[in-house]
């Protein structure tokens, strides 16, 4: 018996530094995937060290564990997120999609020490194509809306790289400073739903200069945002993910906008397959 897993990268749209405050985001499930695969043994544990490690600790049955990605590490695609949530999907194939959440979230804070919250289990699992998932993490609800056809995304690297648990994603701003960036964020994240492109880029643009005012950004990352914010068909761009490096995400007019970059479009959520 094998189990296959299939788990898409993460694009939030806005709301970022939200999630484990309370907040609003906006996100879909992006082209770019991780799959798990694992085979059932007699005993013991074949496959990469960590991988063998998260596997333990979500109470993984013997096995071998193969993994592939297409997901870059340390790019604010939530890799680790992606991982963890395929090894909960293999070794319990009928989880609800929210405890499998939590329970991905509970091994990658335990064994890769980041302190994530759930934007990034909830937008892998609840996403569907063509559409962009509102998630309350009041209460941990999901809302569906359909994706203009006009927001064109693009993804830019940085160049700047964290590995897994080196970086305290979490803002070090003061209380009054998060609050106030989780409030406007929230507004920013409602605006988005119904918004024009235009609209939509002014919104990306408001979120990165929040983002830098609770000192999640770099120098060197605000420096190719406020480039990119300046490019002749550029509708906005931001940082994405927790911060300290990692892609920029960059609404265009039209996908010839940028050629070099990758264009995303939403793509189906995380799922898991058994065989015989």
């Known amino acids: ?63 071998q564990l193969t993994v592939t990605s297409e997901i870059p590490i340390g790019a604010g695609m939530s890799s680790s997120a992606a991982l963890c949530l395929a090894i909960v999907l293999c070794v319990n194939k009928d989880i609800d999609a929210f405890q499998a959440c939590r329970e991905a979230q509970r091994i990658e804070h335990v064994v890769l020490g980041t302190k994530c919250g759930l934007l990034d289990q909830m937008a892998m699992m609840y996403s569907k194509p063509n559409h962009a998932v509102l998630i309350d993490f009041t209460n941990h609800t999901t809302n569906l809306y359909p994706l203009s056809e006009s927001h064109v995304f693009k993804l830019i690297d940085s160049g700047i790289h964290r590995r897994l648990g080196e970086v305290d994603y979490r803002t070090s701003a003061d209380e009054q400073t998060k609050n106030i ?41 605000d420096q190719q945002v406020t480039a990119l914010q300046n490019t002749p068909g550029v509708l906005g761009a931001r940082m994405m993910g927790g911060g300290f490096g990692g892609m920029i995400l960059v609404l265009v007019e039209h996908e010839e906008i940028l050629p070099e970059a990758a264009h995303v479009q939403a793509s189906e959520a995380g799922f898991v397959q058994e065989f015989f």
């Open 1 to 63: 018996m094998h189990r296959i897993a299939s788990i898409p990268a993460r694009i939030n749209i806005i709301g970022e530094h939200t999630d484990y405050a309370g907040g609003l985001s906006f996100a879909f499930a992006a082209p770019q995937r991780l799959t798990l695969k694992a085979t059932a043994i007699k005993e013991g544990f074949e496959g990469e060290s960590t991988v063998i490690t998260l596997w333990k600790e979500a109470n993984g049955w013997p096995a």
């Open 181 to 221: 960036h989780v409030g406007e964020e929230n507004e920013r994240v409602m605006n988005a739903i119904e918004a024009s492109s235009v609209e939509l880029g002014l919104l990306l643009n408001a979120s990165h200069e929040s983002l830098r005012t609770i000192g999640v950004s770099l120098e060197e990352v």
